[in-house]
């Protein structure tokens, strides 16, 4: 089954506050998330998962879950199908005391978005060959939020960006944060680099000073 752009009825940050809302009990699934998350889908599955890497808010380890998560969805944009979703991930349960304060100021930076996105520069997003290239760029941004750096300052957050940039352009048909996500991107890429250029230089430091 392909993947299917939709334009919205509701608003990112009201979307998000109906999810908070329906959100019992103390714990859901992000299969049961998914579901909540309605008629926007995947890519609001997507900047949901990505709230705890650019808010300091505390989820324990859901990195490399989130991350494999948004890679999946990337996927299935890329080539514009359904991604396969593993159980194993799906079925994963969150603690609500941890959602709700994620969703409380997740709500407050999509109420931000809301007020500026629209869509425009549509030759970026309104055709199968750009949704695809644009798929494979959140593809990568979520192999970049798996890389085990979370220790490091912004590690998590550059790539979080990305992503969700990716999937606010994509999802609203906005060129403008389409760009902004490549540039977060290739912002991460740098980054990293220089961390391992860092390291490099230290490893080669320490060996010649052991050496001396």
Do not use: H
Not at 31 to 37: C, E, K, T, Y
Not at 47 to 66: A, E, K, N
């Amino acid at each position: 089954m392909s993947v299917q752009f939709q334009d919205n009825k509701k608003s990112l940050s009201q979307t998000l506050n109906d999810v908070s809302q329906s959100v019992e009990g103390e714990s859901i699934t992000l299969r049961q998330l998914l579901s909540l998350v309605g008629e926007q889908g995947l890519l609001l599955f997507c900047m949901i998962l990505i709230i705890p890497f650019l808010l300091p808010v505390s989820i324990p380890g859901v990195s490399t879950v989130f991350g494999l998560l948004i890679v999946l969805i990337g996927i299935g944009i890329t080539i514009n199908r359904l991604p396969w979703l593993p159980n194993r991930l799906m079925e994963r349960s969150l603690k609500t005391a941890d959602l709700r304060p994620a969703f409380e100021r997740g709500a407050t930076l999509f109420a931000r978005l809301d007020r500026i996105i629209r869509p425009r520069m549509l030759a970026l997003t309104s055709n199968t060959i750009s949704n695809r290239i644009n798929g494979l760029a959140l593809t990568f941004s979520g192999v970049l939020l798996m890389a085990p750096l979370s220790l490091i300052p912004f590690s998590n957050t550059i790539p979080g960006v990305a992503v969700l940039f990716f999937a606010v352009g994509i999802l609203q048909r906005d060129g403008l944060f389409i760009i902004l996500g490549y540039l977060m991107m290739i912002a991460t890429i740098v980054y990293f680099g220089a961390l391992a250029l860092g390291a490099i230089a230290m490893g080669q430091g320490l060996s010649q000073f052991i050496g001396s």
